[in-house]
């Protein structure tokens, strides 16, 4: 198979795969804690409104509603775990997914956590790190767990598909 084939087929299924196991935590301490997950409709609202010209938001939730934006959200919200495993792949080498390990997908799943503090908060009115949000700490906690989640998620989605892959 194509190296360049054989790649995009590892991160697409890499990607996805971890974002699914991601998402599943997040719904399983939504049913036992109460913790709401985030809403991908308001991050499809803020990619609609990107596309118009406009990065920040005072706050996304009062912001003109995007047609379309869960789906938009949710496809974002997808393709960023593709590309976060592209990421991966890139700095650990493609060999990573026949035999993974951990400490590389958990280390890149915490790096991670600079798109939200840096990038999705700021634009959807949060602030850098969610520092205008009630409680920053605690939203910052959630960001970092949920980051960890998705390096395990990393991991886990390569176990999993490893075999499936030729050599």
Same mark, same amino acid.
């Given at each position: 198979?194509?190296a360049a084939l054989s790649?995009?087929?590892? $991160?697409?299924? !890499?990607?996805?795969? @971890?974002?699914?196991?991601?998402?599943?935590?997040?719904?399983?301490?939504?049913?036992?804690?109460?913790? *709401?997950?985030?809403n991908y409709a308001l991050? %499809?609202?803020? !990619?609609?409104?990107?596309? *118009?010209? *406009?990065?920040?938001?005072?706050?996304?939730? $009062?912001?003109?509603?995007?047609?379309?934006? $869960?789906?938009? %959200?949710?496809?974002?919200?997808?393709?960023?775990?593709?590309?976060? @495993?592209?990421?991966?792949? @890139?700095?650990?080498?493609?060999?990573?997914?026949?035999?993974?390990?951990?400490? =590389?997908? !958990?280390l890149l799943g915490i790096? /991670?956590?600079? @798109?939200?503090?840096?990038?999705?908060?700021?634009?959807? %009115?949060?602030? +850098?790190?969610?520092?205008?949000?009630? *409680? =920053? +700490?605690? $939203?910052?906690?959630?960001?970092?767990? /949920?980051?960890?989640?998705? %390096?395990?998620?990393?991991?886990?989605?390569?176990? !999993?598909?490893?075999?499936?892959? =030729?050599?």
């Open positions: 198979m194509n790649f995009g087929i590892a $991160a697409l299924l !890499i990607g996805a795969g @971890a974002t699914l196991f991601m998402d599943m935590l997040a719904a399983l301490q939504k049913r036992l804690l109460g913790v *709401r997950p985030l991050v %499809g609202r803020w !990619i609609g409104h990107l596309w *118009r010209g *406009r990065f920040s938001h005072e706050s996304i939730a $009062a912001a003109p509603a995007i047609r379309g934006e $869960a789906a938009l %959200g949710w496809l974002t919200h997808y393709a960023v775990g593709v590309a976060f @495993a592209g990421l991966l792949l @890139a700095l650990w080498g493609v060999e990573w997914v026949h035999e993974p390990t951990p400490g =590389p997908a !958990i790096a /991670t956590v600079a @798109a939200p503090f840096l990038i999705l908060q700021p634009g959807m %009115g949060a602030g +850098n790190a969610a520092r205008k949000t009630p *409680r =920053p +700490n605690i $939203a910052r906690l959630r960001s970092l767990a /949920t980051h960890i989640s998705f %390096g395990i998620g990393l991991y886990v989605a390569a176990l !999993i598909v490893a075999p499936l892959l =030729p050599d």
